[in-house]
């Protein structure tokens, strides 16, 4: 099973717009280095063929940039811009296509797909929670997530369809997506204690901005004391963003050992 991390920024991307900070300035300065982030985007290499973690709406730049062959599978984490709504940009994607794309997704992304995308030509496959599905020789399963603070903190662990973490296993190697979060269910704690590898939301990473007035998200040393009890043997971070205005380097050398800062391009075999 191989990973791609096509994106590795946060919702706004780096270099941020309208942003004079050290890190977009850099950025701009210099577009082919590290510290130049598009929005969350995985590709998932299995037997037999390959699907994407999230739909990024830089997918188009993306896609030609990483030279993507044709693709007819996404896994949905959840129906935020920056993790989903990509989908406006395959409609030439899908002219190119032999069949429809199946967007996988849980009960809340799929209401806001037919809101928002009717007009393409998808197939919608509501994944259930904790329930395995398998896809080019990955066993895939849903696991359950608070990310909405204001829409699902008072909704018990066992009804939640709104936001999924993904576990992905494949020839022994487990492998946990966490997309956005700020609390985790025990049923998805036991899932994904002791993987391979945790690829855990980083947008606020060693940052407390905006800790109380967005609450969608863990912060700051949160982040680091929940992720270093997981028990990985590897974790990296997606949706690194520039608001603790750390570069690319800057920001690896402050992460404890067997963290690791991905770039847009990482590449990441996992064999057992």
Known sequence: MKFTIIGSGAWEGIPAPFCSCDVCSLA?????????RTR???LIEGTGGNFLLETSPDIRIQS?????????????SHWHFDHMYGLHELLSW??????????HCSTGTKEVIEKEFGYLP???NVLEPLKPFTIF?????????????????????????????????????KVAYLGDYYRVPQATLQKIQNADAIIADGTYLLTEKYKDSKPNHMHGEDILRFTSGLGAKTVYYHSISHLT????????????TSH???????????LK
């Open 28 to 36: 701009i300065k210099e577009p082919r280095s590290k510290n130049n």
């Open 40 to 42: 969350p985007q995985f």
């Open 64 to 76: 030609t940039a990483f030279n993507a062959t044709p693709i007819t599978d996404f896994f949905v």
């Open 94 to 103: 899908m002219k190119r296509l032999s069949q429809k794309p199946t967007i």
């Open 122 to 124: 998808l197939k919608v």
């Open 137 to 173: 020789g990955v066993v895939i399963t849903p696991l359950p997530m608070y990310h909405m603070f204001n829409r699902d903190n008072e909704v018990p662990e066992e009804l939640l369809r709104n936001s999924y973490a993904y576990l992905l296993e494949s020839a022994g190697v």
């Open 245 to 256: 205005c750390k570069t690319h380097e800057e920001f690896q050398k402050a992460m404890p």
């Open 260 to 270: 690791v800062i991905p770039y847009d391009g990482m590449e990441v075999s996992f």
